[in-house]
């Protein structure tokens, strides 16, 4: 009998208080009722009904049942418990906090300690590990388990996680989360994280599977399935079937529906009764169930007898019981056959009724509603959609449910707005039911499932054991008992029968079941996991504790007296606790509790009509304060009440007992032990004995570790109990022993296997009989009795003789019929290799070993093992004391033990192996047994030193493997093999095998110092030459925390917060600089309020630390701010001459203003290029607007300055509105959080003026940046049912940009309803305007970019031709429609030539070419030629094609589908013509779009330089040009014989023609900063910018010059795009200066060119550039189309809303350091190798904008500052992708003793350091000041003040000597930028400088001098060799003067056979150690100087050299005998000197 761990407790669920504290959900009136009184009054009346006075429930508990019809018929409350885990394995921080607590309770007593004990801990010991399972070491005491509560009450769920202490409910609970549902909550259970996760989760997870640590519930209530996560994601699903229950599995979610609702009612048709869900947002499909033979057959679970009984979360099996016949049956859940779907598919009735089935399973999901939580709000809320999701399962539109209620086939449509709003109508739930009455509708294809159940095991009905037929299991779980076999236990209450059923192959999938199956009788049982027990309350009430069918023990529990007050009636409904399940819907607890609380009014309902009064006139007496006389209990009474009657909610060791009373007592069971040196010796057993012995030994030690009156055992009495109970079972048993701890008189037979339980009520009495007194409830009243006395007694002679030394003195008799004693040899053999494991982990070396020492020496010398006990002896000499034989052991013995071959070879030492592993000899010794689960550390130390030293093909030369095959250890499954990479680097390789054994940095410092520095240095060399590509965890362990974030890169999505891309903005972490960090105001400081320097002009959030890392030595960023203001009045400086009227100054003051205000209406362009994707919104924040201020500034007066006087065109400010909208929805990342429909319509403004331009075009912006995917249809149909223009616009261009080249068929019906040529000959015609039809044509090319569609490419072409009219139609703005419709075509041809075959028969190149040079006209096809029969009545065109409107879009049509193709024959069409006669037939401005589309044809032509730039113009009339100058220089020109030559033509074909060239050069080195084109282009813009005084300039006249000249502008901001270069800035801003009536050739189509080209000179406040992938050139295209607008309302020619289409050609390529251990951005070189090269080039300092990728092998960081960072393509290049695509930072570490380049620019500061960095020799005389130069460190500076500074101290030579050593062992650590090696220098030094040196220390020095001396020619760079050198010799120094000195007693330890006790006795404790030292250090045995002969010869030096090599020892051992010999002579030369000066003393007295 065993006792609980701790006192029971009282148990009430943690969530009840908190539940009964929350608001939930609003009072209702009951339906049916009628509302007779107000609303407040309803509320009153309502809660005055609820009032009732009761003793017979606590406050608590007052209103916790309702009438019948609530949650789970009728049970208003339930609750689950499971366990999570908490790591204690850091000791150090268990230990600290242990202090804390102790400090504390001094302070402020143990009540505040014991508060604060689990509340205060740290957070990264709180984080639940829900699936840690400790397979080495089970049941140990640094695995605290901690417990989750999930608490149901009506409509409130409480979640909450921690322990709870007996005097305050919530102390312990350290989170807790409420949740509130509209309707009472049915099911909740807890979820595992896959079922939640997403992809970049699960990729995270599958690649760190230790930082998923997501933790989330599921709550079900009638409509709905809702789940929660603890991070705050939440999701909905709505269902419209009823479901009785709710399963978890490992695939998902198990719906079982109720079986009443399983047929239709006039059909009797069987419907599915299971569903599975595999993710909250995926669809419920119906389950198949597939049966085995002999009668086979496969189809959906309709039949209503079959129940789901148990699932579980970690399997995939599902027990089911069939009611039919009475069985219980298991299935396989997997995922479902295509073979099976389509049988399952084939049946006949499931088709005809499927479309039932589908409106019973189905389910529209709604918006999650607003929650009320208490922990955390504002969470992604994600929705299932019912409907929308069948597509995926294969219905059909025409016959899905979905085309019923309107979204289904094109046919019935009506008009496109209506389908439009019939799409996306909402319809009720009722129509919905209403469907199920529907039979006519045809057969639907079904939902295809996704699981199937697959039927493995029927239970045989025919067993003599199962006593009653047709019972279905109340309770059912999963079992592994201590020796790994695995049941499967289900419980027949009625019977009180638990069976079980062997699982064999549990976890895979050939498992398989017992036909068999094993009974306990069992009233209840839960399964303990975590001590793979099972608890079973049998039928007399006790509780039994059982690991299989093995009985352990019973319970011991403290009685519960009965109380004074006899308690009121209770209804049976309510004492008795229903059968848990797992998803604790049908589970109700309603607890009566004895204790009576003095409540005041609390509501509370009666649980029966009947005993209503009763219980009124019971309690009526708490409320009077005279109280009634206590009613005297009887014995029986009380007993009844002390009757469990089950047990519920198991987790991990704890359990909660549920009385008849309702009562429920939570108890925790012990563990097996509290120590881990107990846990590891109990692993060890298990892996040396078979399944029976191990059961003998944890049945034994069980019992004996937990008595009833049992206390807190220390280590040591720990220790010795254990030792006790093993010996016991061993068979060495002494006097003392027999009737004591271990019971030897009972034989043993406790520990077979027990018969099954006979229950009885004498159990429960004599249980109670020998419970003390002192250990029952301190309410009881009774008086003491004799039986305490007694009961103290039996304790004091139970009590263990722990710590007794008289034990060890006693004899021990031999038992050889003991359970173990035949398996001696293998425990003791099993126990040594534990003991040389623990030697090698600095956390056991103390008392742990000397422990395990102590007991195996004395083994050791009972079975007279001599190598074991010098073993022994030298790692602890004072056990040579210890030689007596305790156990009689003899030959008789031996011949009956097992496995004796075990200890017939020399002891195993690990030590000793190691050093022959480094010194690589293999043939010394036998090969190192490893055992599993014992000494993996051992094995792991050797194949590391192995690999270290020899490489890995001599990884098993050195350790054999050692495997009992009737272990236990054998049930469980093998480990998975390790691998390494081969054509690696050897460090690569270590590193790849620490990472398989799953070592960390903490595990290798806690090696011996000798291996951890062999480790570290082959670690450094990883550091220093880290492998690419690899974990997280491998650079921690290198030490390289840069390469570490690297890792995290690719999961830099899901990691993303609104503050910033590195959560600089999230509490309580450290800032990150990032990107977007603000640089520090210096304002700030002076007291300057932030609004104060707020200009309000949206670009206050520009100063960024980024833009002044790039540009630090100007104010160029502030230019451009100044430049880009548009939100500020403009000044005037206009001077009123005399004469001048005040009414004309001021028509010159608005003239003025006029022209400045074409300026200023253009700034949002370059405003929304400078400010692009900078801020990310949190969901509360609106977006501000700056104003588009177009007034003016008189600077000296100071007044406002309006357009009043002079005429300027009506609606002005529109489109620069719209642009002024678009700039300020660009600044939202694509990266921001929570932009979603509700965010959009949120910043839509309220009134409907200027602020709906502005809206429109933030749609635009954000539908550019792609956040329009989420706005939902219904808010698409509301902005475009008000036909406002401009917002037609700006939706259509943006939801087309955000779903470009998807061929969206949503989107496709959006946009054809705008296109009359994409709607059918009879669809209604719609006035729509001109802009809009070109925004959607537009869109249609952007949604089927690439697609190469035939219909949509036939419809652009012919719409490239489309005639003007009927009508007025089609009459304005004709070439905007054209050339969009030709831009559209090539956007869908994008570089496809003629390769599509589908397009070939439409001849698209030849009617390009038709449309490009005209011809008569053709006949008009489509669906609208009927429409064109009718001419227009506006515009004449002829018979021929207009040119004028056709050729730009044919033109660029034909660029952009032959792009990068090469094609000669389509080039030779864009040729420029060469002769004067063919330049007439040809626009000069043609010639400009020829020029561009021969470049894009020709892309791989295209160069930078001058040559190729002038060869594009004809060089035939390159001499007209000469002469054209020449001529106009002339004053009187003479007629000559080229007078007839159109000077003006060819000029203007020559700046057209350069004007093209230079754009291609441009598009072909967008954002490359190539240095050439630069050259070439700035010589032409300055060729350009001299014409207006030249006579070409005045031949070409100055429009054309003018907008050739914004068309070099903008190609050189191309090239040099996001690079903020100066010199073209300063051109700009000349070019900006040029307004006023001076400059009439400057309109607003220039400005518009001039600041395009600043803002994208300084992209995205220089974080983007421009990317050169075909779809970017295609938008720059499209957005810098060379014809700017006249005025600001100019749509003719290119539509102003396009030229916000760069947007969609940006790339972030912003290569951005940050020192990580800063976290502030910094500066550092970089270079780039490109693809074909072999040699770096050096780029600018970063930060900077990279090349383009796709042309980059490498990009290396080679600062002399840091450390080197290499990404290389194939390696680890998706990390530089992901950093450069998400902005972040790329995280870099500074070198040690260096500055950054802001602090030390020239490396001056820092010369000192770097000298002595770079240093190679070893420094022995170091001046602190030195050190004074690496104090930026974070470790230096403590350590100089606390160690070595000593300043005003006097040190004696001693201390002197110790701090210059330490001084040269630091600096060597620091110098050497090798910090992390300091503690292992100061561990050596300790171990050298030691006054008592150990075993330990000795053998650390051995093994270095062996790693350091073997291989001389082996180098080692990375550590210090002479100062380990320096540490040996003194070591070396010692050992030598303690061998001169204990001379005499190594000579007789070297001539004895063995260890004597005369030997010992006569040398000292300390002498002792240090003999054993230098005997250790040498390799000395006993009995070596008996082999020596000197007898006869003569004897030298030579002859003991010879003699010593003929026993064959090693040079260390002769070296260390001649020194022994040598101080022996030495003594014998002293003391025949001191006999003889003896002698002559005693003759010259005598004489």
């Known amino acids: 009998m065993i006792a609980v761990a701790e006192p029971p407790l009282e148990f009430v669920p943690r969530g009840r208080q908190a539940a009964k504290e929350h608001p939930g959900a609003q009072d209702q009136a009951p339906p049916g009722t009628r509302t007779k009184y107000l609303p407040t009054e309803h509320v009153l009346m309502q809660r005055l009904q609820n009032v009732n006075i009761s003793t017979g429930a606590r406050g608590d508990d007052d209103d916790d049942e309702e009438t019948p019809g609530g949650a789970a018929g009728g049970q208003t409350e339930f609750w689950l418990i499971r366990e999570i885990y908490d790591d204690y394995e850091e000791s150090y921080k268990r230990e600290r906090r242990r202090q804390q607590l102790m400090e504390l309770t001094k302070k402020c007593g143990p009540k505040a300690a014991a508060a604060e004990q689990m509340t205060s801990l740290p957070p990264e010991l709180l984080r639940p590990r829900p699936g840690y399972e400790s397979h080495e070491e089970p049941m140990c005491d640094y695995m605290v388990n901690n417990e989750e509560e999930l608490y149901v009450h009506r409509n409130t769920v409480v979640w909450t996680q921690g322990l709870v202490d007996d005097d305050d409910e919530d102390v312990g609970v350290f989170k807790r989360m409420c949740f509130t549902c509209d309707t009472p909550v049915k099911f909740a259970c807890f979820l595992n994280s896959t079922f939640v996760r997403g992809r970049l989760a699960q990729l995270k997870a599958s690649i760190q599977p230790e930082e998923d640590s997501l933790t989330a519930i599921c709550v079900m209530d009638q409509n709905s399935l809702r789940v929660y996560c603890d991070d705050g994601e939440d999701f909905v699903a709505n269902l419209d079937f009823p479901v009785s229950q709710l399963w978890q599995t490992e695939h998902g979610l198990l719906l079982e529906k109720d079986s009443s609702n399983a047929l239709v009612s006039h059909l009797t048709i069987p419907m599915p009764r299971l569903f599975s869900m595999s993710h909250p947002l995926h669809e419920a499909c119906p389950v198949v169930l597939k049966t085995s033979a002999p009668h086979s057959s496969t189809g959906y679970m309709t039949e209503p007898e079959f129940s789901v009984v148990f699932t579980t979360e970690n399997s995939d099996l599902v027990l089911l019981y069939d009611a039919k016949f009475g069985k219980h049956f298991v299935a396989r859940l997997r995922k479902v056959t295509p073979e099976e779907v389509n049988l399952v598919g084939q049946q006949p009735q499931t088709q005809q009724h499927q479309e039932l089935h589908q409106t019973q399973l189905g389910g529209s999901s709604t918006k999650a509603g607003k929650l009320s939580t208490t922990s955390f709000m504002g969470g992604k809320s994600q929705v299932a959609s019912g409907f929308g999701n069948y597509s995926k399962f294969g219905l059909s539109q025409s016959q899905s449910f979905s085309g019923v209620l309107g979204q289904s086939n094109r046919a019935s449509l009506g008009t496109p707005l209506s389908q439009l709003h019939s799409s996306i109508s909402h319809h009720s739930m009722s129509v919905v039911k209403d469907m199920r009455k529907i039979t006519h509708v045809q057969p639907a294809k079904p939902i295809e499932p996704e699981m199937c159940l697959e039927h493995i095991w029927t239970e045989n009905s025919y067993s003599p054991q199962r006593a009653d037929f047709g019972e279905m299991a109340s309770r059912a779980f999963i079992h592994t008992d201590l020796v790994g076999q695995t049941y499967l236990c289900y419980l027949l209450a009625r019977s009180c029968r638990l069976q079980l059923v062997l699982l064999t192959g549990y976890g895979t999938s050939e498992v398989q079941l017992s036909t068999l199956s094993s009974t306990l009788a069992a009233k209840d049982a839960v399964g303990l996991n975590r001590l793979h027990m099972i608890a079973v309350l049998d039928p007399g009430g006790c509780l039994i504790l059982y690991t299989g069918t093995v009985l352990i023990s019973k319970v011991h529990i403290t009685p519960l007296m009965a109380p004074t007050v006899t308690p009121s009636p209770i209804p049976p409904t309510v004492a008795t606790t229903l059968a848990e399940s797992p998803a604790v819907g049908s589970t109700g607890a309603n607890t009566s509790f004895v204790e009576v609380r003095r409540s005041s009014l609390l509501p509370t309902k009666a649980a029966a009509p009947t005993s209503e009064l009763q219980a009124f006139d019971e309690e009526l007496h708490m409320l009077s304060p005279i109280q009634a006389p206590p009613q005297i209990s009887s014995y029986a009474q009380r007993q009844a009440h002390n009757i469990c009657k089950s047990l519920r909610d198991p987790a991990g060791n704890r359990l909660t007992l549920t009385y008849a009373t309702g009562r429920m007592l939570r108890i925790a069971l012990p563990l097996l032990n509290d120590t881990r040196l107990i846990s590891r010796c109990v692993a060890s057993l298990r892996q040396v004995l078979n399944p029976t012995q191990f059961l003998h030994f944890i049945i034994r030690w069980y019992s004996a570790r937990n008595p009833p009156g049992s206390r807190d055992y220390s280590i040591e009495q720990e220790w010795q109990l254990f030792r006790t109970t093993l010996l016991a079972l061993m068979g060495c048993t002494s006097g003392a022993s027999a009737g004591g701890l271990v019971g030897g008189g009972d034989n043993y037979e406790r520990c077979n296997t027990p018969p099954l339980h006979q229950s009885s009520t004498a159990n429960t009495s004599s249980s109670i009989q020998d419970e003390p007194k002192k250990r029952r409830k301190y309410n009881d009243s009774e008086e003491y009795t004799d039986d305490d006395w007694e009961f103290l007694l039996m304790q004091t002679t139970l009590a263990p003789s722990c710590g007794i030394p008289s034990w060890d003195m006693q004899s021990y008799s031999v038992d050889t019929s003991a359970p173990l004693f035949n398996m001696i040899p293998a425990i003791f053999y099993g126990l040594h290799l534990l003991y040389e494991d623990l030697k090698l982990d600095t956390v056991f070396q103390g008392s742990s070993c000397s422990y395990l020492a102590t007991f195996l020496h004395q083994m050791a010398i009972d079975m007279q093992l001599d190598s074991y006990i010098f073993h022994y002896s030298l790692d602890y000499p004072e056990l040579m004391h210890k030689t007596t034989k305790l156990c009689r052991l003899g030959v008789e013995h031996g011949a009956l033990m097992l496995n004796q071959e075990l200890l017939r070879v020399p002891a195993p030492s690990i030590y000793g192996q190691l050093e022959l592993v480094l010194l690589g000899k293999e043939d010394v010794n036998l090969p190192y047994t490893y055992m599993e689960c014992i000494n993996e550390r051992s094995r792991n130390l050797i194949q590391l030193l192995a690999l270290t030293r020899h ?264 489109w620069p509105l719209f642009h002024n909208g678009v700039a300020s929805g660009l600044k939202v990342s694509p990266h921001a959080q929570d932009i979603d429909s509700t965010w959009i319509v949120y910043n839509k403004p309220k009134s409907q003026a200027n602020n709906a331009l502005e809206h429109a075009g933030f749609l635009m912006a954000l539908g550019l940046n792609g ?179 056709t050729a730009p879009g044919a033109t660029l049509a034909l660029g952009l589908m032959f792009f990068d193709s090469g094609n000669e024959a389509i080039a030779e069409w864009m040729r420029p013509p060469d002769s004067r006669y063919l330049l007439d037939m040809v626009r000069p401005d043609f010639l400009l779009l020829r020029t561009i589309a021969r470049g894009l044809i020709l892309w791989q032509q295209v160069q930078p330089d001058s040559k190729w730039f002038q060869a594009q113009f004809p060089e035939p009339l390159r001499i007209h040009l000469r002469n054209a100058s020449n001529r106009a220089e002339e004053e009187d020109p003479r007629p000559a014989e080229d007078g007839e030559v159109d000077f003006e033509a060819i000029t203007q074909a020559y700046c057209n023609i350069l004007a093209g060239a230079a754009f291609c050069i441009g598009l072909k080195y967008a954002g490359t900063e190539n240095p050439v084109a630069f050259r070439t282009l700035r010589h032409v813009i300055k060729e350009f910018l001299g014409f207006p005084s030249t006579p070409m300039g005045e031949c070409a006249g100055r429009t054309t010059v003018e907008s050739c000249l914004m068309v070099l502008l903008i190609s050189i901001s191309l090239v040099f795009a996001g690079s903020g270069n100066c010199e073209i800035l300063r051109i700009i801003r000349y070019l900006r200066s040029r307004v006023g009536p001076q400059y009439p050739h400057i309109t607003y189509g220039s400005h518009m060119a001039i600041h395009m080209s600043l803002g994208l000179l300084f992209l995205g406040a220089g974080r983007f550039t421009i990317a050169k992938t075909p779809e970017s050139i295609a938008a720059l295209v499209c957005a810098f189309f060379p014809k700017f607008p006249i005025h600001s309302n100019d749509n003719r020619y290119h539509l102003q809303a396009l030229r916000h289409l760069y947007v969609l050609a940006v790339e972030p390529r912003l290569f951005l350091p940050r020192d990580i251990d800063s976290h502030q951005l910094c500066l550092c070189h970089i270079s780039v ?168 220390d000795v053998w650390q020095i051995k093994l270095i001098e062996a790693y350091l001396g073997q291989g001389q020619e082996e180098k080692h760079p990375l550590i210090s060799v002479e100062l380990i050198q320096m540490m040996t010799e003194i070591f070396k120094l010692q050992l030598e003067a303690s061998g001169r000195e204990l001379c005499v007693p190594l000579r007789e330890f070297l001539s004895q056979k063995r260890l004597e006790p005369s030997y010992v006795a006569s040398v000292n404790a300390q002498d002792l150690q240090r003999v054993f030292c230098v005997i250790n250090y040498y390799n000395l045995m006993p009995n070596l100087l008996n082999g020596v002969d000197l007898s006869s010869g003569t004897i030298n030096y030579m002859r003991v050299l010879y003699e010593f090599r003929q026993l064959q020892l090693a040079p260390h051992t002769i070296f260390g005998l001649l020194k022994i010999l040598q101080a022996l002579s030495t003594e014998a030369t002293f003391q025949q000197q001191q006999a003889d000066q003896v002698v002559q003393g005693v003759l010259l007295q005598e004489m």
């Open 951 to 1214: 490489g890995q093909t001599k990884l098993k030369s050195w350790w054999q493997r050692l495997e009992l095959s009737d272990a236990v250890q054998a049930n469980y499954p093998k480990r998975a093999r390790r691998s390494i990479s081969l054509n690696v680097p050897r460090c690569h390789q270590v590193l790849e095998l620490l990472m398989a054994l799953e070592m960390t940095r903490e595990d290798i410092e806690r090696l011996p110092a000798a291996i951890h520095l062999i480790i570290a240095e082959t670690l450094e060399e990883a550091r220093l030459e880290p492998p690419m590509g690899a974990s997280k965890a491998s650079y921690e362990l290198i030490l390289r925390p840069e390469l570490a974030a690297h890792a995290q890169l690719p999961f830099l999505e899901a990691q993303l917060h609104a503050g910033g891309a590195d959560g600089g903005g999230t509490v309580g972490q450290v800032y990150k600089e990032d990107s977007l960090s603000p640089r520090t105001h210096v304002e700030n400081e002076a007291g300057v309020t932030e609004s104060e320097h707020l200009r309000n002009d949206d670009m206050d959030n520009m100063d960024t630390k980024l833009l002044r890392l790039r540009f630090p030595d100007d104010m160029r960023v502030e230019e451009v701010r100044r430049l880009l203001n548009s939100s500020e009045p403009v000044p005037i400086e206009v001077q009123q001459s005399p004469g001048t009227s005040d009414h004309e100054f001021i028509e010159e003051q608005e003239k003025q203003l006029f022209a400045l205000c074409s300026r200023t209406m253009t700034l949002p362009l370059g405003r929304g290029m400078f400010t692009l994707r900078t801020i990310m919104p949190k969901p509360s924040d609106n977006m501000t607007m700056p104003k588009l201020c177009l007034v003016g500034k008189e600077p000296v007066k100071g007044t406002t300055i309006e357009l009043q006087q002079i005429e300027f065109p009506a609606n002005m400010h529109m």
């Open 1267 to 1445: 956040h329009l995917r989420s706005l939902s249809f219904m808010s698409v149909f509301k902005y475009l049912v008000k036909c406002d223009e401009m917002t037609s616009v700006g939706l259509l261009l943006g939801i087309s940009a955000a779903h470009r080249s998807t061929m969206d068929t949503k989107i496709t019906k959006l946009l054809s309803v705008h296109l009359e040529a994409l709607l059918p000959a009879t669809a209604m015609e719609l006035d729509i305007p001109q802009s809009t039809q070109v925004a959607a044509l537009m869109g249609i090319g952007l949604l089927y970019q690439g697609s190469a569609k035939r219909h949509i490419a036939e419809v652009l072409l012919q719409e490239i031709g489309r005639p003007p009219g009927p009508e007025m139609e089609n009459s304005v703005e004709r070439e905007s429609y054209a050339m969009t419709a030709g831009l559209s075509l090539g956007l869908v041809t994008l570089g496809q030539g003629e390769s599509p075959a589908g397009l070939r028969d439409l001849q698209l190149p030849d009617t390009l070419h038709y449309y490009m040079v005209g011809g008569a006209k053709r006949p008009i096809s489509g669906s609208q030629k009927e429409k064109y029969r009718l001419a227009s009545f506006q515009v004449r065109e002829g018979d021929n094609v207009n040119i004028d409107v």
């Open 1729 to 1896: 190798m490109e693809i074909g090269s072999t040699e770096l080039r050096r780029l600018p300092i970063a930060p900077c904008i990279l090349p383009e990728l796709s042309s980059l092998k490498k990009v290396i960081v080679n600062d002399e500052n840091y450390w080197p960072v290499c990404f290389e393509r194939n390696r680890n290049w998706h990390q530089l992708e992901m950093a450069l695509a998400m902005s972040a930072p790329i995280d870099i570490k500074k070198r040690t003793g260096c500055l950054s380049h802001l602090e030390d620019p020239d490396r001056l500061k820092s010369m000192l350091a770097q000298t002595l960095t770079m240093e190679q020799s070893i420094c022995w005389q170091i001046d602190a000041r030195d050190l004074q130069q690496f104090a930026s460190e974070r470790l230096v500076k403590p350590f100089l003040s606390r160690f070595l500074d000593t300043k005003g101290t006097q040190l004696s030579y001693g201390e002197l000597t110790k701090r210059h050593q330490l001084m040269l062992l630091f600096y060597n650590a620091v110098v050497k930028d090798r910090m992390h090696l300091l503690p292992v220098y100061l561990t050596l030094y300790d171990h050298v400088t030691k006054s008592m040196p150990t075993n330990n």
